[in-house]
């Protein structure tokens, strides 16, 4: 089992920043950390995700050169530092876990390959 618990949300105007946490209680070996997205009415798309042993990424195009990822291996925490952002940005943010087995460049982006998720947290950004 693998418990993840994000933070880091909030308010912020479009052009700043956010930096969103992700602990988790064990990063497990071989397995995908990814940030999904969900705004109201839209289904949940995934934002990024970073492979926990060699830190390979994918990113999802609309966040490409604002996004970025990074881990603390000794905290087991993810971190998806948000800049530049968009109104179009607001949306509950979820972290996830995947075993890398059944994830790669064309599947990351499905949310039936990842086995735990966190409750979210919230980013708002207004114009």
């Known amino acids: 089992q693998v418990q993840l618990v994000e933070s880091g949300g909030g308010s912020v105007q479009a052009g700043g920043s956010l930096r969103l946490s992700c602990a988790a209680s064990?990063?497990?070996?071989?397995?995908?950390m990814a940030w999904f997205r969900q705004a109201p009415g839209k289904e949940r798309e995934g934002v990024a995700a970073?492979?926990?042993?060699?830190?390979?990424?994918y990113f999802t195009d609309s966040v490409k050169g604002r996004f970025n990822l990074s881990r603390d291996l000794t905290e087991s925490t993810l971190y998806l530092q948000m800049d530049s952002l968009k109104p179009e940005d607001t949306a509950m943010y979820y972290c996830?876990?995947?075993?890398?087995?059944?994830?790669?460049?064309?599947?990351?982006?499905?949310?039936?390959?990842?086995?735990?998720w966190g409750q979210g947290t919230q980013v708002t950004v207004s114009s």
């Open positions: 970073m492979h926990t042993d060699t830190g390979s990424t």
């Open positions: 064990r990063f497990p070996g071989g397995y995908y």
């Open positions: 996830a876990a995947g075993r890398s087995l059944y994830i790669s460049s064309s599947t990351w982006r499905l949310t039936s390959r990842y086995r735990y």
